[in-house]
């Protein structure tokens, strides 16, 4: 592909599907997104004619693994090949997740992120790291393995974030726990986005915890209080409270379609990210995998321990979308948004990346009228073209 080129067909930029759309890619930069009419400039030598849509690259913010491989694995090799597999579902960028775990796992696994960060992948960015455990609540564990919950120390939070070197962008926390809020205030002061999820906290407690420094719920509904009409739980609290942002995992399995449209009502896309939770069974199909040191069965489209709790996901993100839109009767626009600019802004990132605009990193999907990927570019490179 030319350091210059074109991609001509429906756009979906500013909130709304361009038609007849064009986008300008000179480099790893944005220099056009918009009407094709209203580009002035010379037009490239090359212009690719697509069929589908011209989408902002998807990011997300919380996924543990695909295509045999996970970030607990704590190689150069599985991130690596977790990058080169990302683009195929249209993911241009992405938060390393990952779970509960002794910390003489955890740190290796942080320094290998910060490594590889440092020497670049061939495909999706990784941008940082979601850190899910090891601080959360035991009767709200999901799939992680119990005897490795830990009390949030401040000693503790403080020496895995100087290890990631600054990476560490999200830390899933249960805030009732002893000595949570002080960390919770300490990572605030640090930047990091602190998120309530594997959580048994009241209304009360989560909303003290929002006072202390939570702005973000990890994937909501699951592995939380849930919203009682005397009682409003974390659920609750994440609704009420408008200005903090939540994630969703939209494979219509761990959140039912009506209630995911309900919470896209209330949160809006601009503070709804679509996510995938996806674990190292994504994208290989059937059969018996593993999770932390344990097996995860996969059957259809869900993934589960033997004793029948739901195990992460095998969800894409390109998948999510088309959920969001078929099964919840969201605007593809907003759907679109909800996996591109909404996470890049939970993140600090929102001025360079998951928007069709001038002066934008050049990361695109394109999606066919399936909601299958097309083409993938990170930063102006196509590292995926479908055969």
Partial sequence: MNQEFGLRGAVIANGAEITDGL??????????????????????????????????????????????????????????????????????????????APYKEIVPVLSTIAQVSRQGLDGAEVVGVHLEGPWINPRYKGAQKEENIALPQLDAVRRLYELAEGLIKVVTIAPEQPEALEAIAWLKEQGVIVSAGHTGASFAQASQAVDAGVRHFTHCFNAMTGLHHREP??????????????????????VHPAVMNILYRVKTAGKLALVSDSMRAAAMGEGTYDLGGQEVHVHGDQAKLADGTLAGSILTLNRAVANMVTLSKVPLPEAVEMASHTP???LGLGERKGRLAAGYDADVTVLDKQFDVSMTFVAGKRVYHKQ
Avoid at 43 to 64: A, K, N, R, S
Avoid at 66 to 78: C, F, K, N, R, V
Avoid at 234 to 247: D, F, P, R
Wanted: net charge negative.
């Fill in 23 to 100: 986008v300008v890619i000179d480099g790893g930069s944005i220099r056009f997104a918009g009407e094709s009419q209203n580009y002035s400039g010379e037009l490239p030598e090359t212009i690719l004619q697509v069929e589908g849509w011209i989408c902002p690259g998807f990011m997300d913010i919380h996924m543990h693994g695909i295509d045999g491989h996970d970030t607990m694995d704590g190689t150069p090799e599985s991130l690596q090949a977790i990058s080169k597999a990302l683009p195929r579902f249209g993911v241009t960028s992405f938060l390393a997740t990952t779970m509960t």
């Fill in 233 to 254: 739980g974390v659920v609750g609290a994440a609704m009420y409270h408008e200005q903090l942002s939540t994630e969703l995992i939209a494979d219509g399995i761990h």
């Fill in 344 to 346: 890049a802004t939970i």
